[in-house]
């Protein structure tokens, strides 16, 4: 890897500057792609921003950017894509600094900030020892999540395409599952969330498989499948479906026929059960039957050590004596056959037999 340390002006940076869906982010006169496929959106908020346009108007150093040489002799932004679209946002008019747009400035301020100068690493190497680069320099200011850094290694055509659909700003997964994910579109996290549902978890075999496909048409589909599912099956939308794993629920019960208004009545009453502590768990439950995902509420110390007086420190199935902390608190009357998590339905049982019955 060869570096070289170039000098530019804001005026060099900005000219030619734009930014289209299509085409990309340019600057330098054409000669800058300011985000290469492993780059992320623009994410900078107002104060990191006008933090930028600051320290230029004060002939402040900013920090040292890397561009990455082409083989024909052009450049892309491999550190410092967020200071550059800034710089050039300012000075195109895109937004103001202390209420004045660039166009309103004085021509000495005007002159000032457009012959200030910028230092540019320029670095030239295989594409392998770009994305190290990448990787390495890229610790200042917003770290890159994990799928942003899968997005670099496994740049290409299928990342290009599915990116079109997970990750830019009101984007169409966002308008179609806003309500149901967590997380921000332009930090990846609806794509990771949609390859990690269709892969069962294996993200990377997945985009080093279909790296050069024409297209994301496949996770795209599925990522609607689920939405649609989701909404099929549970018409009647409440803020704890929000962040749910629905994909695996989705894997497993797409086949399965549900009757949706019966579902429906039993969420109501769970969401009214006081012994349901996690209300979000209430639908994975009632697919699954399992109840570890409704965090029944547990029995109090104090319960437990009423229970434990009144049985004299025997467990009540093996009769053997225990200490207090041998012993686990337990609902008489299980919870799914209507048992509370009250004082007269507690019993304390040997750890052995507890988990015996539990069938653990």
């Not at 969330?193 to 996770?219: F, V």
């Not at 208004?261 to 006081?274: A, N, P, S, Y």
Request: aromatic share 12%.
């Amino acid at each position: 890897m060869k570096i070289d340390l170039k000098e530019i002006t804001v005026k060099q940076l900005a000219e030619g500057y734009k930014d289209n869906a299509e085409e990309g982010v340019e600057g330098y006169n054409g000669k800058l792609d300011i985000r290469p496929p492993y780059q992320r959106e623009f994410i900078y908020k107002d104060k990191q921003r006008d933090a930028v346009i600051d320290t230029i108007t004060k002939d402040f150093p900013l920090n040292v950017m890397y561009w990455a040489v082409r083989e024909d002799g052009n450049f892309e932004v491999i550190d410092g894509q967020q200071r550059t679209i800034s710089v050039c946002q300012y000075v195109k008019g895109d937004f103001s600094f202390k209420n004045l747009y660039f166009h309103n400035l004085k021509n000495d301020q005007q002159k000032q900030i457009l012959n200030y100068k910028l230092m540019i690493y320029l670095c030239s190497g295989t594409d392998s020892e770009k994305l190290e680069w990448f990787k390495t320099i890229n610790i200042a200011g917003e770290k890159l999540t994990d799928q942003e850094l899968r997005n670099a290694v496994y740049a290409g055509t299928w990342v290009s395409d599915a990116k079109r659909y997970f990750s830019k700003t009101g984007c169409a997964a966002y308008g179609l599952g806003k309500d149901y994910l967590n997380g921000s579109p332009i930090r990846q996290d609806y794509l990771e969330t949609a390859i990690d549902w269709l892969s069962k978890s294996n993200i990377e075999s997945y985009m080093a498989e279909h790296q050069h496909d024409p297209n994301a048409n496949e996770l795209w589909l599925y990522f609607q499948s689920v939405l649609s599912w989701i909404k099929a099956v549970f018409p009647n939308y409440r803020k704890e479906m929000k962040g749910i794993e629905w994909g695996y629920l989705y894997n497993e019960f797409k086949r399965k026929n549900f009757d949706s208004k019966k579902l429906e009545k039993e969420i109501t009453k769970l969401m009214l059960d006081d012994d349901v502590t996690k209300k979000s768990g209430i639908y994975q439950y009632v697919l699954t039957r399992n109840e570890k995902y409704l965090s029944i509420r547990s029995f109090t110390p104090n319960q437990k050590r009423e229970a434990y007086e009144k049985q004299k420190g025997k467990c009540p199935v093996c009769k053997k004596q225990y200490e207090i902390n041998e012993m686990e608190a337990d609902h008489i009357t299980p919870w799914h056959e209507g048992g509370k998590t009250i004082t007269s339905n507690c019993q304390m049982l040997c750890k052995e037999d507890n988990r015996r019955k539990s069938g653990i």
